[in-house]
């Protein structure tokens, strides 16, 4: 599947979010070695990781897909795609 650049922006975002929710769950609940197996809060911490982890897997694999499609160096795309994720976005 091809990707467009703004796409990848896009995933970025969203694995950055969804980190951003594990460091907030972790922060509010405690490390997770810490936590109680089986409480409601164990099961949402893991599912906010898991979401992170497929989020940042999809970005990656479309990077690499984009990168391999342009011709170019993947680490290079990357650095692109940060530097472009990290800009305020245009309403």
């Known amino acids: 599947m091809a990707h467009t650049f703004q796409e990848l922006v896009a ?42 982890r497929d989020l940042a897997r999809d970005e990656l694999t479309a990077v690499s897909e984009f990168a391999r499609d342009e011709g170019r160096p993947r680490p290079e795309v990357e650095a692109e795609v940060e530097r472009a994720a990290a800009e305020p976005e245009n309403s």
């Open 11 to 52: 995933k970025h975002r969203a694995a950055d979010a969804a980190h951003d929710k594990v460091l907030e769950l972790r922060d509010a609940y405690g490390p997770p070695a810490l936590q109680q197996s089986g409480g409601a809060q164990s099961e949402t911490y893991e599912t906010a990781l898991r979401a992170w």
